[in-house]
């Protein structure tokens, strides 16, 4: 009994240490949401705090919010606000570079609603086409 105590605790410091140093964000441009807090761009859009991978990419952002923060649910085609939906699958997704190379970069995909994301998870290979063109 001790012992299973004493895992729990040193789980629960894990998690902490997580949360204050290397939190795992994700890029509301780009939906990468494998790079950590501290070496991303973090700002403020409509009230919520925003993560993105580069000031590049923050001031994309800045230029054109409504491009970016909209993106499109591949299941319903409809327009999906991406900070606002709770509706979201991360995935890994082979993409074909400009420079014709592939790699595989990871990717989260914004719903609509319950219903498309399940659609989606029921058969994903049906809407995204692999290789992606960037
Ligand atoms: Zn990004």
């Known amino acids: 009994m001790m012992r299973r105590c004493m895992v729990v ?9 997580m949360v204050a140093g290397d939190r795992q964000v994700v890029c ?3 939906g990468d949401y494998t ?3 501290k070496d991303g761009v973090s700002a403020t859009y409509e009230g919520k705090r925003i993560h993105l991978c580069s ?3 923050l001031t994309a952002l800045q230029k054109n919010p409504d491009k970016y923060v909209w993106g499109t649910d591949v ?3 409809r327009r999906v606000h991406k900070i606002k939906t709770t509706f979201t699958v991360d995935r890994r997704v082979k993409v074909r570079k400009k420079d014709g190379k592939n790699e595989v970069w990871p990717r989260r995909f914004f719903f ?3 219903k498309s994301r399940d659609e989606f998870l029921r058969n994903p290979a049906k809407y ?3 290789p992606y063109a960037v």
């Open 112 to 114: 609509e609603s319950q």
């Open 28 to 30: 509301v441009l780009c």
């Open 55 to 57: 000031l590049k990419e």
């Open 128 to 130: 995204i086409k692999e």
């Open 9 to 17: 605790l040193v789980v629960l410091l894990a998690a902490g240490a």
């Open 75 to 77: 299941v319903t085609g």
């Open 35 to 37: 790079f950590s807090e």
